[in-house]
């Protein structure tokens, strides 16, 4: 008897998504199907471009024809992705799939350094991706990105001019930093860096993205809030250190998100400068600023541990000089280890909003005024 479509598709239904726990089928990743006497072609579309289990599905898949079908069959899998969203009809930004928020409780934990190589990292990796520098006083991106002295260019779009983003490694970018000096000091109340955020997001041609990261203003203030209330955010990541002082400013970072009234996802915890590494012992670490912070926090507020990046001297410089951390390369383009860490980050935020995506509500903007 002939294969079918339907014999495939009732074998790929055995098949799970480890992480959103449906199978494929239901999940509607199974594109082109087609079976030609014992040839079968089809693609699985995954949620992320960075899933780390992509081989582990697509022998799931050859296991499962195999088992449930026939032994004999030539099976040939594509696999591709299509990043998901928490965002459907929105009127601001309506090309951009994912909204997602960096912030940490206090300054000098290494906010800008986190956003700044995560968006390099999952443009790396194939993802488009965008980045606000919403640290309206203290911007720091064009600085990260080698590009202090330029400006973004203004088009008029339906009448209506509108900001285009500069491009660097990939990723687009939006800084105050871009329209003023560098010794120049940005001396605003609140309601006018609020509207300065506004005009990054509402009249910016971004385009399609499927990640737009704001990196916003160390502890919580008139941005955060303006944030929440202008856009449906995805979630929020937030970055501390492992020392008691970042970690208790982390908690109230946390619970600003998790307000009632303000409801926002949190994807994780990163822990930076988690231990120190010198370049010379590459395989020895030091944890001066304590060990496992970041971790416990995660595992007490019952949310995702992102990730831990080191305290090495490369990162440091590498923002220096513009060129973020995660570009760096060793010698035969080995990755180095602060570029793994990461390249693991990127990935296990993208698995996260994957799983946000499938499984949570949609977020929706703040509505209310929160006093």
Same mark, same amino acid.
């Given at each position: 008897m002939p294969v079918t479509q339907e014999d495939i598709?009732?074998?790929?239904?055995?098949?799970?998504?480890?992480?959103?726990?449906?199978?494929?089928?239901?999940?509607?990743?199974?594109?082109?199907?087609?079976?030609?006497?014992?040839?079968?072609?089809?693609?699985v579309e995954l949620t992320t471009p960075a899933c780390p289990l992509k081989e582990i599905i697509r022998n799931a898949c050859l296991d499962a024809i195999y088992d449930q079908v026939s032994s004999e069959l030539q099976v040939q899998i594509n696999m591709s992705s299509s990043v998901t969203s928490s965002r459907k009809n929105a009127l601001m930004l309506p090309q951009v799939k994912n909204i997602i928020a960096v912030a940490s409780g206090k300054g000098g934990v290494g906010k800008s350094t986190i956003a700044a190589n995560l968006a390099v990292s999952l443009s790396k990796i194939g993802a488009k /991706?965008? @980045? %606000?520098?919403?640290?309206?006083?203290?911007? =720091? +991106?064009?600085? $990260?990105?080698?590009?202090?002295?330029?400006?973004?260019?203004?088009?008029?779009?339906?009448?209506?001019?509108?900001? /285009?983003? @500069? %491009?660097?490694?990939?990723?687009?970018?939006? =800084? +105050?930093?871009? $329209?003023?000096?560098?010794?120049?000091?940005?001396?605003?109340?609140?309601?006018?860096?609020?509207?300065?955020?506004?005009?990054? @997001?509402?009249?910016?041609?971004?385009?399609?993205?499927?990640?737009?990261?704001?990196?916003?203003?160390?502890?919580?203030?008139?941005i955060h809030l303006t944030l929440v209330q202008s856009v449906p955010v995805t979630g929020a990541v937030i970055v501390t250190t492992p020392q008691k002082v970042a970690l208790a400013d982390a908690r109230k970072g946390l619970a600003m998100f998790q307000q009632k009234q303000i409801n926002v996802p949190i994807l994780g915890i990163v822990e930076n400068m988690a231990y120190f590494t010198p370049a010379e012992l590459p395989d020895n670490k030091y944890y001066i600023f304590g060990q496992g912070g970041g971790r416990a926090l995660a595992e007490k507020s019952q949310i995702p541990f992102l990730g831990e990046i080191p305290l090495v001297q490369s990162i440091r410089e590498s923002g220096d000089r513009g060129y973020p951390a995660a570009l760096n390369t060793a010698d035969g383009d080995k990755p180095n280890p602060e570029q793994l860490a990461f390249e693991n980050l990127a990935q296990e935020l993208a698995r996260q909003v994957a799983i946000r995506n499938a499984n949570a509500t949609k977020t929706k903007k703040v509505d209310i005024n929160v006093q």
């Open positions: 598709l009732k074998a790929l239904s055995t098949v799970d998504d480890p992480d959103l726990k449906q199978d494929l089928v239901t999940l509607n990743m199974i594109k082109d199907l087609e079976v030609e006497g014992n040839h079968v072609r089809f693609t /991706v965008g @980045l %606000v520098d919403a640290d309206i006083y203290g911007p =720091s +991106i064009p600085t $990260m990105f080698n590009c202090e002295h330029e400006q973004p260019k203004v088009k008029t779009v339906n009448g209506k001019n509108v900001i /285009v983003p @500069l %491009v660097q490694y990939g990723v687009k970018l939006i =800084s +105050i930093g871009f $329209m003023m000096s560098a010794d120049d000091a940005v001396v605003w109340r609140g309601p006018m860096a609020s509207k300065a955020l506004q005009q990054f @997001l509402g009249d910016s041609d971004w385009g399609e993205l499927d990640y737009l990261i704001i990196d916003l203003p160390p502890g919580t203030s008139d």
